[in-house]
């Protein structure tokens, strides 16, 4: 039996700056690593069906957690030849744009020592960054990665109860015109917001409390200050009631150069 550890990835700013012939969109982003993290626990074995057991743990809660055929540690498992028993503890919410099927397929990938960027990549543009983790420059389709200097720092997340399908926001920024694209820290957020309007309701109730400024996180629902200038301390959690449902503030910190 081998635990994993599979830590959720923050983009901490996100420009796209072209698209390739194929339709992906080429990005410059910064990312980060988080001590939010998933654990897996691998038991390889032969047996044809393997067992795959999911829980949900607090603080995040998994929601959606796409366990089946297109799950991500099947998938990460099918491509580089091997098959185990899966107990996942998922901390990372799916869908919320902090990496948590990609940071489980990199995992795997580790484990497998099969961490190739080309290969990674045919899982999803996240999947490169978190089988190195740390703090990097994030160029191409998610496969060039360039270490930087690690930052110690302190975020708030704000984690909504529903989702921003990534292909939707990406196809909502194609249609928008050049200005509207165009964005400080992310320029996928006018484009996230056309799909999913709940996302500008979010953040004016977060910064109207907080005073601080929030930015969208990829192209997930999650929105991240830097610092606690909601005071969540030592509990690092807070719910706060929007009428677009629940949003759950989680205190996190980005970790060291390196994903072990």
């Known amino acids: ?76 498992l099918q491509l580089v030849g091997r098959r185990a028993h899966v107990s996942l503890i998922k901390r990372i919410p ?50 060039l990665i360039e270490p930087l200097e690690p930052v110690a720092r302190t975020v ?24 509207q694209r165009q964005h400080v820290r992310n320029d996928l957020t006018s484009a996230a917001e056309r799909v999913a309007p709940q996302l500008a309701v979010v953040r004016d109730v977060l910064e109207a409390r907080s005073g601080s400024t929030f930015t969208l996180a990829g192209s997930g629902s999650t929105m991240f200050c830097e610092g606690d200038p909601l005071g969540l301390g030592a509990t690092g959690v807070e719910v706060i009631e929007t009428r677009t449902g629940p949003v759950r503030m989680v205190l996190a910190r980005t970790e060291g150069p390196q994903v072990s």
């Open 1 to 76: 039996m081998t635990t994993l550890h599979a830590p959720a990835k923050l983009t901490w700013s996100l420009h796209v700056v072209g698209v390739r012939p194929d339709g992906l969109h080429l990005l410059d982003a910064e990312m980060v690593t988080l001590d939010l993290a998933d654990s897996i626990e691998l038991d390889e074995t032969e047996d044809d069906s393997p067992r795959f057991v999911v829980v949900a743990e607090s603080p995040a809660g998994a929601g959606d957690t796409r366990v089946g055929d297109d799950d991500l540690i099947h998938r990460a």
């Open 94 to 143: 799916i869908g919320a744009g902090l990496g948590g099927g990609s940071a489980d397929a990199a995992a795997v990938l580790r484990w497998a020592g099969r961490t190739e960027p080309e290969l990674a990549v045919s899982l999803g543009a996240d999947v490169p960054f978190c089988c190195v983790g740390g703090r990097a420059e994030v160029r191409g389709v998610g496969e």
């Open 156 to 179: 708030t997340l704000a984690l909504s109860s529903f989702k921003v399908d990534t292909a939707a926001c990406y196809r909502a920024f194609d249609e928008l015109d050049p200005g």
